[in-house]
């Protein structure tokens, strides 16, 4: 777990944590720098109960590098990532632990809460329901390189996968969506449908809603047309470091495909059309990829050139 400033809601998550019916375990806590009492919370559940480490770091590291240093640090043969202001369900590492099998990383379902711990009836799950799991290795990683499935706080992953993750990429913005192309890239990610996480919603997260709002997805394009080229340049360069990664065939076309697509959109070329047109299923594939959004999703893509 990687702490910053979380002294409203670490106590839920940490008691959540060690309710679980799963007792052999360790937990490792970094805390960078708070400027709260998260630390003095942290070191009082640490003098109740020796699962817990507490690490306090000299300098602000940043999450990235936070992250880095809780993965050398984990001792055991499985990781699980943990936010601080979560709250796992008391099965959470037993579902895990039972259903990832020889793969790299399993991710579980994780039903969205808001501030105040009430459910939003909305969940992880939903983006998902066109896909049956296992997905072939190939299937997958060509889907994440357009989109992510694996919520962080919701997966495990082994200690032989979390040693190539690491160091991360500069050009890697989310962990928890390089854990999964890497180990797609390896033996392989699962999914189970269980329930494992109440995913806390704060005013500035990025949900998953029951309907995708096309226009006002084209507007908010339109707005943020420099941001929008800014995450393509970087979705370019997260293929780049996947192809210094494997020698597979299929991974290697499906990583073409993908640069050759963000950089049409880069240029305001239209050689993506057929790409995108191809593709389409991949693209959305976390978004409900029905016939009735194709076109209006053309139009936000291609006609505005964003």
């Keep these: 777990m990687a702490t ?53 770091n000299e300098n602000n590291l940043g999450f990235k590098k936070n992250f880095e240093k809780l993965i050398s640090l984990c001792k055991g043969d499985y990781i699980a990532f943990c936010d601080q202001d979560d709250i796992w369900t008391n099965d959470h590492l037993e579902i895990l632990l039972n259903e990832i099998g020889d793969k790299d990383l399993i991710c579980g379902n994780a039903e969205l809460i808001d501030k105040s711990g009430n459910k939003m009836n909305l969940s992880t799950y939903e983006c998902l329901s066109n896909f049956d799991f296992p997905l072939q290795n190939e299937l997958l990683f060509k889907n994440l390189l357009y989109g992510n499935f694996a919520q962080g706080t919701a997966m495990m992953i082994t200690k032989q996968i979390a040693n190539k993750i690491v160091p991360i990429p500069e050009c890697v913005l989310y962990h928890d969506w390089w854990a999964a192309l890497i180990a797609t890239l390896n033996n392989g990610c699962s999914y189970t449908n269980k329930t494992v996480l109440l995913y806390r919603q704060h005013g500035t997260n990025q949900t998953i809603t029951k309907e995708y709002k096309v226009f006002s997805a084209i507007k908010n394009a339109i707005e943020k047309r420099k941001k929008i080229k800014e995450e393509y340049k970087n979705k370019i360069e ?15 076309k499906s990583i073409q495909e993908c640069k050759d697509y963000y950089t049409s959109l880069l240029h305001n070329n239209y050689k993506g059309i057929s790409l995108f047109k191809k593709n389409y299923s991949s693209i959305y594939w976390v978004r409900n990829p029905s016939r009735k959004l194709f076109f209006l999703r053309f139009i936000k893509v291609f006609l505005f050139k964003i």
């Design 4 to 56: 910053y400033n979380g002294a409203e809601y670490i106590a839920e998550q940490i008691e959540s944590i060690l309710e679980q019916t799963y007792t052999d375990f360790e937990l490792i806590i970094s805390d960078d720098c708070s400027k709260d009492n998260t630390v003095e919370i942290l070191n009082q559940y640490a003098t109740k109960d020796k699962r817990i480490k507490v690490v306090v």
């Design 238 to 252: 997260y293929a780049i470091e996947l192809e210094n990664r494997t020698q597979n065939q299929d991974f290697l």
